[in-house]
């Protein structure tokens, strides 16, 4: 089976960078993507790392390591709207599940 | 920007009652989902639905819950003996792609709550 492990929590302050990891545990899988999502809101596509490395969508980024099970989400300049839930997911590629992860709540202080 | 839409945007029902949640998804999109959010926890997937036909189900998927797709834009969640524990978010995804070139994009979702 899959399975992505996130911190619960991470705070910061305005203007900061903070990053948010995920390793995972699966037998294959296409890339690993991230939504974000605020209270009481549907989660949102944010970006989606097909290949190792590093993929940059303005203030966000994200990493892969295949090697390591892991990749990252980094949050640049961080504003107060930034403060939100923000999950990793998989699809498996035997599947058509897209498995999300355990979450990552971000709170931005000013 | 098109985008997915649901409806109700909340649904309070009885225990034991049936409940049909809808969702139209973004119109050039091929494959639909359903996925569950219980308050606090992550998002689940429930079930995929490609050609008319459920291509994948979770184990939540079980047989009270069923899926279909009435018309050309209508995609439907129906439960059919609500209990305590479906009591959540659902939300509605759609995409153009499968796999590799995969973004998916989620409705506003419709939260039930079962007394």
């Known amino acids: 089976g899959q399975s992505l492990e996130q911190p619960s929590e991470v705070t910061a302050v305005e203007g900061a960078i903070v990053q948010i990891n995920c390793t995972y545990q699966?037998?294959?899988?296409?890339?690993l993507s991230w939504y974000q999502q605020h209270d009481g809101g549907a989660p949102t596509f944010l970006s989606y790392?097909?290949?190792?490395g590093l993929e940059e969508t303005g203030r966000f980024s994200s990493f892969l390591s295949r090697s390591d099970s892991y990749g990252y989400l980094l949050l640049q300049e961080l504003q107060m709207k930034d403060s939100a839930s923000y999950f990793c997911?998989?699809?498996?590629?035997?599947?058509?599940?897209?498995?999300f992860g355990t979450g990552t709540r971000l709170q931005v202080f000013p | 920007e098109p985008e997915v839409t649901q409806t109700p945007s909340h649904q309070v029902t009885q225990m034991g009652q049936e409940v049909i949640l809808r969702c139209v998804p973004i119109?050039?999109?091929?494959?639909f989902y359903w996925y569950r959010q219980i308050l606090g926890q992550k998002v689940e997937f429930l079930v995929s639905?490609?050609?008319?036909?459920?291509?994948?189900k979770s184990e939540i998927f079980d047989d009270q819950f069923s899926v279909e797709r009435p018309d050309g834009s209508n995609f439907t969640l129906k439960i059919r003996s609500t209990k305590l524990e479906d009591s959540a978010m659902y939300f509605c995804?759609?995409?153009?792609?499968?796999?590799?070139?995969?973004?998916?994009?989620f409705g506003p979702g419709t939260r039930l709550l079962v007394l």
């Open positions: 639905f490609y050609n008319n036909e459920i291509s994948e």
């Open positions: 790392n097909a290949l190792d």
């Open positions: 997911a998989v699809r498996d590629r035997n599947t058509d599940k897209l498995i």
């Open positions: 995804a759609s995409s153009e792609l499968l796999g590799n070139q995969e973004t998916q994009y």
């Open positions: 119109s050039n999109h091929l494959y």
């Open positions: 699966t037998s294959g899988f296409y890339g």
